[in-house]
């Protein structure tokens, strides 16, 4: 008489645990992947620090006005260059973050809903 709702608890158990698991592992990847993206906004904080640090070194030697405006516009190409070539890395590290975190709860949807034989 309890048979079908004791199977149907058992099942619905597994089904809690296994989305539990998935999204454990989801975390665990966004947690990784977070990080990673940290350090890389980090490092390029630290190299674009030292790159307007050394500009403003060059422009204080500069002997002209021309030298100046040279040192400058160098600087400033050099920063946006290095700019956009960073935020499309971070850009491609957050798409890949999301597929990455995404994957676990992916397979876990797939068990739920693949009917089981």
Do not use: C
């Not at 199977?7 to 698991?21: E, L």
């Amino acid at each position: 008489m309890f048979e079908p709702f004791e199977k149907a608890t058992k099942d619905f158990q597994k089904i809690t645990k296994d989305n539990y698991d998935a999204m454990l592992r989801s975390y665990g990847e966004l947690n990784r992947g977070f990080q990673d993206i940290g350090a890389r906004v980090t490092g390029y904080s630290k190299q674009a620090f030292t790159d307007a640090t050394s500009t403003f070194e060059k422009l204080v030697g500069a002997k002209s006005l021309e030298q100046a405006i040279e040192i400058q516009s160098q600087a400033a190409k050099k920063a946006y260059e290095s700019w956009v070539a960073e935020a499309s890395k971070i850009s491609e590290m957050y798409a890949s973050v999301a597929r990455e975190a995404y994957k676990p709860v992916e397979k876990a949807v797939q068990k739920t809903t693949t009917p089981s034989a």
